[in-house]
């Protein structure tokens, strides 16, 4: 099942940790590592966003990837592109890593299938684990 995201990515988009009841996003709710969440504004329209990584600590240092996907003609869901790999050591911390949406290109086999702008589904998997009060999430600029 695919979760909806914010309406616009011009305020944070939350990918993986809690979400507050807003005006924009009435349902309070926790998302979890590797959720695939369908945005309103594909990314591909933005010049560049940001991912947003943190997390207050863990047994060994943690790795986000955050990848995403095009909305194929048909209405589903293409392959999955890697668009950024960080990590935080095992102490915790925050990162920030900047996307070009102009570079997002979809997979080869895709390319058939999709009309731009087409980056509507992305997710964040984090790895080993998820640790408690971890936060994925991305904002425009």
Known sequence: MTASGNKLIDAVTTLVG?????????????????????LSVPLDTVEHFTLLFSHPGAAAAVTAVLQVAPLLKDGTTGTWVTASTVAIPAAGGQIEATISGDALVPAAGDLANVVDPCFFFVRATLTPSTPAGAHVSLTHG
């Not at 809690?18 to 924009?24: E, F, K, L, Q, V």
């Not at 996003?25 to 959720?35: H, N």
Request: hydrophobic content about 40%; charged content about 30%.
């Open 18 to 38: 809690w979400i507050n009841y807003s005006a924009t996003d009435p349902f309070e709710r926790t998302r979890v590592s590797a959720e695939i969440v369908r």
